[in-house]
């Protein structure tokens, strides 16, 4: 017996042990997706702490301000950047005076809350309809493949925009987003599962599960389920900065968020009226939603390629690029 | 081929009628009273059911949606009270607010959408295409590292943010432009162009974003193929290589992408419409809502419904045609 | 004669992650206008990297190369893009690996292999165009004119190798760098193939620096041969020579290695009682106007202690029917025993009690793994389900069944990506044992395999088979490898076993005309038989176009 001879090197494949480690230590080289990370815990601790961080100010969301805007003017406030002061950090809204930075504040909460619970209802639904169809019969994958087209393809803000119209007005507001965004936006996620099943379906590792005698759940809990780990939680990624946007569209629309809670998109809806007057209520909310997108986005792509073993020994070899 | 296109026609039918039970089941289960929407706040209960025997809202679920397959298949008569309007196939249902047909509305509000999405996929086509391929072929160099942060920070922009932003600068401060305000073609196409310039702007530039990666993307994907190492290898130049072989292999995925979204944006650019307040069928939607006349929210929805099913039809064609690999079958 | 190319110390080193690889160490060479010289070495010598270098390939790739090249006089390490470009295909043209992916598949065989003329020679897109027919008719692509406006995913896998010829034919080069060029081919298109290039050498004096894992394609096709390990040269001289009597000990290794048709056979044992019995079996893929029939009416005994060697080309149905034996796809008709009892129409509960008397070793040593489980918790699998609790007891089997195919025990806890892919084999194997089985189906178990280490493997299989008793089915397209294993042999065309009998039988006097065409295309490591099975070809073709 001569097993210790074998000539061939040590195949590359998959990442496979302490794959968080790895991805951290793939992470840690990027200085765009840390900057991110840590925008974005900044961002989720201001929004944790914004009762705490209204009551340091001495200000709520909801109070008006008359005397803090010159009505002459329309409703303009006083004083320079949006009327920023000692007692209102980042100014009042014009119009109603009403204290900016809680409003902020509280619109971070909105956002982050409506866009990670309709992430986590889309990965939900989609990985159970990806998962059926995968391993499901040609009669339910052709059922679910079907329903799935009609999804990807019909432009979901026009979806949702419709949906609110024939919701009873008493409806949580809030909820009423999470659960439409992720009833609309489960497509992508199931066919990335169902492709990903497919494929590992065909691997001969999983031939062998079944050989051994195992069961089709077994299979799929020891076979399937950790392979499938990785893209999903890179679509999750990606998914999170999108919901953020549709949320703030709606709310733009004037379909989401209803008054007086804050939001980011409903601000950019009133400031359409004010930016030549109040400049900085346009940029507020629009530089943090901005930033927040970004960081999001920055920070999947680095997941993605992270979690992307193709991509990785990519950079490890170099891009091919001829000199003459 | 023609086969193909049949069976892919036949196809996008049924996605239709599918959606069709989809949008019918949903909004006319929906709680809150059809009749009193479609009536107004001030109805008295009797007025209130004059109006449901009107539109037929007695009879049963399934009676009401045969009713309106018939409007959109033979076209239907709706009883005013005192006289009968005819609805012409495709009939989508009477608007509540206004009683004008939804097809009508459609009609007039198409013109405005098509006029703002034709021109930002010349935007987007000229500008991502562009962009992407120049970041593919400066892989490496300042240039594409440049462009990488643009392209970024397009996705991670809102179209109102983007188009909000543009307005501040562009009209209110620079005052190049004026305030834009919708002129339609055909009454003066001068002022049509110019009042439209941002709005393809804000909406090209916003989709040149994702044009921009996907051509990179697709461009880098076809550069590393075992052929262009062929060619590579009997002497082709670089710029030869580039342009005759990994810029076919990355137009067949842009052209597809570009029909499907030039399909859903006939639908209704949503947010670009409603910013700039552009009266295409996106602003009738959000109209529509904010007023509950649903029949014009479902007729908008299956328009929309209809031209995204089509645009998927040609996407196919359009891409099995760029990448003859393809097999129709 | 002057030297076409002289390849002077040699050092290709990749940069990878910080610590750079030496792909090819201080390697020297001169190959001779209109000879040719065969780099033959397993996987990871560096072969295929001296081939690229030849052409200036590794220019800008961030790959550092020492040393000296010189193709046509032409210094590739210094030459300018204009002299880069004419070395390029003018000089010296590459025949790459796999024809698919080395043709764009946008354009058209013809206008492709033009562009490429164009480039050299210059003149008019016509004139091009015309120059494209002639060297496809010349390769032996039928009716080449209108052919040549076909595109590579219309062609077949040799005729796509017969284009690449082409191309590489068309500038009129004096030298053909060949990298594997078959080896993604059958055999039967091989001889064909290697045939071909062959001729067109003897015809147009070109030299050709062939890359081949195979000794066999080496002894086919060139006068010398140069055997490579870890980027060094190991032994050069005369193909005679060096496979006739090696020098160094590693190529000695490496030819015993080699499975050939005249190797020793294995002793014919006493038959066991028949295990599985196998009647009429056939296999339908899709329906309607879309089926298409994988094995048809294929019969077959398997004994306990026996190897049924099972061989043909892609797309025989062998795979298909390998699966079908252990039940991983359903017959679509025909009966399948096992121990006198019919399992081909159980339903999948009604199949427990079988289904681990049945066990497979697959192909692809990557696929068959999950990456993301330890190697003992795969091995571990069997026992598992079949409902061992004993954490200790279960560990302690495992581990001796690492041990029994010649792995470390203590690598319980390894991932399969830190091993190599013979090691990757033997813990699919241990798993297959593990379940205590009677049969086992190997499909293709050691065709990934360089050859060192696909004797190993098929060695531990005999062994491991002899003290089990099991019955095995060995599917292979490698006849020199099946031919070795086996006792019996089916030989499979076209979803048919077309003959089947002992070894002796099948390889010494075989019926069927595909059995001895097969045979016939079979690369012979000895040069001189190898001359005279080209010869024998050429008879058997003239032979065929007369019939």
Redesign the interface.
């Given at each position: 017996m001569t097993a210790l001879t074998d000539t061939t090197a040590p195949v590359a494949g998959l990442p496979a042990t302490g794959a968080a480690r790895q991805v951290w230590r793939r992470l840690r080289t990027r200085p765009a997706a840390l900057v991110s990370a840590a925008v974005l815990l900044l961002l989720v601790l201001l929004a944790a702490g914004a009762p705490l961080l209204a009551a340091l100010e001495g200000q709520d969301a909801n109070t008006y301000h008359d005397d803090l805007v010159d009505s002459a003017r329309g409703g303009v406030p006083y004083g320079a950047f949006g009327g920023a002061s000692a007692d209102h950090w980042l100014g009042v809204e014009p119009g109603t005076g009403r204290d900016l930075f809680v409003r902020l504040l509280h619109g971070a909460r909105i956002s982050l809350l409506v866009a990670v619970g309709a992430t986590a209802v889309q990965i939900l639904i989609g990985v159970l309809v990806g998962l059926a169809a995968g391993l499901g019969n040609r009669w339910i994958d052709g059922v679910l493949g079907r329903v799935t087209d009609v999804l990807v393809a019909l432009p979901m803000l026009v979806l949702a925009v419709a949906l609110t119209a024939v919701v009873p007005r008493g409806f949580p507001r809030p909820l009423l987003l999470v659960l439409v965004i992720g009833f609309l936006g489960w497509a992508g996620t199931s066919r990335i599962v169902r492709a990903q099943t497919l494929t590992l379906k065909s691997l001969d590792f999983v031939a062998a599960s079944r050989l051994a005698g195992s069961g089709p759940w077994r299979t799929a809990r020891r076979e399937l389920l950790p392979s499938l780990a990785a893209p999903v939680i890179t679509y999750a990624a990606i998914l999170v900065p999108t919901n953020i946007v549709v949320e703030a569209s709606l709310s733009f629309l004037g379909v989401g968020v209803t008054p007086p809670t804050p939001s980011w998109g409903q601000m950019l809806s009133t400031a359409q009226t004010w930016f030549r007057a109040d400049p900085a209520y346009v940029l507020l909310p629009a530089g943090l939603l901005f930033v927040t997108v970004l960081a999001f986005t920055v920070l999947g792509d680095a997941v993605r390629t992270a979690l992307d073993p193709r991509e990785a020994s990519r950079l490890r070899v170099g891009t091919r690029k001829e000199a003459s | 081929m023609s086969r193909f296109v049949l069976k892919r026609l036949a196809g996008a039918a049924?996605?239709l009628l599918?959606?069709s039970v989809l949008?019918y089941t949903?909004?006319y289960l929906?709680?809150?009273d059809p009749a009193r929407l479609a009536c107004g706040e001030r109805c008295n209960p009797q007025q209130i059911a004059q109006v449901r025997e009107q539109l037929g809202l007695n009879d049963s679920m399934l009676v009401q949606y045969l009713h309106f397959l018939q409007g959109v298949f033979a076209g239907r008569d709706y009883s005013t009270g005192t006289s009968l309007v005819h609805c012409d196939a495709p009939c989508l249902g009477l608007s509540y607010q206004s009683d004008r047909q939804v097809t009508q509305l459609v009609l007039e509000r198409l013109p405005a959408t098509a006029s703002l999405t034709l021109g930002a996929m010349v935007v987007w086509l000229v500008i991502g295409v562009g962009t992407g391929l120049l970041s593919a072929l400066r892989?490496?160099g300042p240039t594409e590292r440049l462009l990488t942060l643009l392209t970024?920070?397009g996705?991670?922009?809102?179209v109102?943010?983007l188009g909000?932003?543009l307005?501040?600068a562009v009209c209110?401060y620079l005052q190049w432009l004026p305030f834009p305000s919708y002129v339609p073609l055909g009454e003066d196409p001068e002022q049509w162009a110019w009042n439209m310039l941002l709005p393809w702007l804000t909406l090209g530039f916003f989709e040149s974003a994702k044009y921009a990666r996907l051509t990179r993307s697709s461009t880098?994907e076809t550069?590393?193929?075992?052929?262009i190492?062929?060619?590579?290898?009997?002497?082709?130049?670089?710029r030869?290589v580039v342009t005759?072989?990994a810029l076919?292999?990355a137009v067949p995925p842009v052209i597809a992408v570009s029909a499907?979204d030039l399909g859903?944006?006939f639908?209704?650019a949503?947010?670009t419409e409603?910013?700039f307040g552009i009266p295409g069928l996106?602003k009738t939607?959000?109209d529509?809502?904010?007023a509950?006349d649903?029949p014009v929210?479902?007729g908008?929805?299956m328009v929309?419904?209809t031209f995204?099913?089509l645009a998927?039809v040609v996407a196919d064609l359009l891409y099995a045609a760029a990448?003859?690999?393809v097999v129709l079958t | 004669m002057t030297p076409i190319v002289e390849v002077t110390d040699l050092t290709v080193e990749f940069a990878r992650s910080g610590d750079p690889v030496r792909a090819v160490d201080s390697l020297s060479f001169t190959l001779d206008e209109g000879r040719a010289l065969a780099l033959v070495g397993e996987s990871g010598s560096g072969k295929s990297t001296v081939a690229g270098a030849l052409l200036g390939l590794h220019r800008g790739t961030g790959a550092r190369v020492g040393g000296t090249v010189r193709v046509g006089g032409i210094d590739v390490g210094t030459a300018g893009p204009g002299e880069l470009r004419r070395l390029r295909g003018g000089v010296a043209a590459m025949v790459f690996q796999d024809p698919l992916s080395a043709l764009d598949p946008y354009y058209a065989v013809g206008d492709q292999i033009a562009e490429v003329y164009r480039v050299h020679a210059g003149g008019s897109r016509r004139a091009a165009r015309a120059r494209a027919v002639e060297v496809l008719d010349r390769v032996g692509i039928p009716d080449a004119a209108r052919r040549s406006r076909s595109r590579p995913h219309e062609f077949s896998g040799g005729m796509r190798q017969r284009a690449l010829l082409a191309m590489a034919l068309a500038c009129e080069p004096r030298l053909i760098v060949a990298d594997e060029p078959t080896t993604a081919l059958d055999v039967t298109v091989q001889a064909q193939i290697l045939d071909l290039l062959h001729e067109l050498r003897r015809e147009t004096g070109t030299a050709l620096l062939l890359v081949t894992h195979d000794v066999g394609v080496a002894a086919e096709s060139v006068d010398e041969v140069l055997v490579m390990r870890d980027g060094r040269e190991v032994e050069r001289g005369p193909v005679g020579r060096v496979l006739g009597a090696p020098a160094e000990s590693y190529t000695r290794r490496l030819l015993a290695a080699v499975p050939r048709l005249d190797g020793p056979v294995r002793e014919p044992l006493e038959k066991g009682a028949p295990l599985l019995e196998v009647r009429d079996l056939r296999r339908v893929f899709g329906r309607g106007s879309k089926a298409v029939t994988a094995v048809e009416g294929a019969s077959l005994t398997l004994h306990a202690g026996e190897t049924l060697g099972v061989v043909g080309e892609s797309g025989s149905g062998k795979t298909t029917l390998g699966r079908m034996l252990v039940r991983l796809l359903d017959p679509t008709g025909g009966r399948l025993l096992y121990g006198g009892e019919e399992i081909g129409a159980l339903s999948e509960r009604e199949l427990r009690p079988y289904r681990r008397e049945l066990q497979m070793v697959f192909q692809d040593p990557v696929a068959s793994l999950n990456p993301r489980r330890s190697v003992g918790e795969s091995v571990a699998d069997p026992l598992r389900v079949a409902g061992e609790r004993d954490e200790t007891r279960l560990r302690g089997r495992v581990r001796e069944l690492l041990d029994r195919v010649g792995l470390d025990p203590d690598r319980y806890e390894a991932y399969p990506h830190e091993f190599s892919g013979g090691q990757r084999q033997r813990v699919g194997i241990a798993r297959a044992l593990a379940a205590e089985p009677r049969i086992v189906v190997c499909d293709e178990p050691v065709s990934a395999l360089d050859v060192t280490t696909q004797a190993q493997v098929t060695a531990l299989l005999a062994e491991l088979q002899a003290e089990l008793g099991l019955g095995l089915v060995f599917i292979a397209h490698d006849l020199a490898v099946v031919r070795q294993v086996s006792d019996r042999v089916a030989v499979m065309r076209a979803g048919r076993i077309v003959e089947q009998g002992t070894v002796a039988e099948v390889y010494g006097t075989p019926r069927d005309p595909y059995t001895r065409q097969l045979l016939a295309a079979v690369p012979s490591i000895d040069p001189v038989r190898a001359t005279e099975r080209r010869e024998l070809r050429r008879e058997g073709h003239q032979e065929l176009a007369v019939a």
């Open positions: - | 049924l996605v599918a959606l949008v949903l909004f929906a709680p809150g892989r490496g970024l920070a996705t991670g922009t809102p109102f943010i909000l932003l307005l501040m209110a880098l550069l590393a193929e075992d052929h190492r062929t060619f590579r290898a009997y002497g082709v130049g670089e030869s005759r072989h076919r292999g499907v859903s944006m639908g209704g949503v947010l409603s910013l996106g939607l959000i529509g809502v904010k509950i649903l929210v479902v908008v929805v929309t419904g995204v099913v998927n990448d003859r690999r | -």
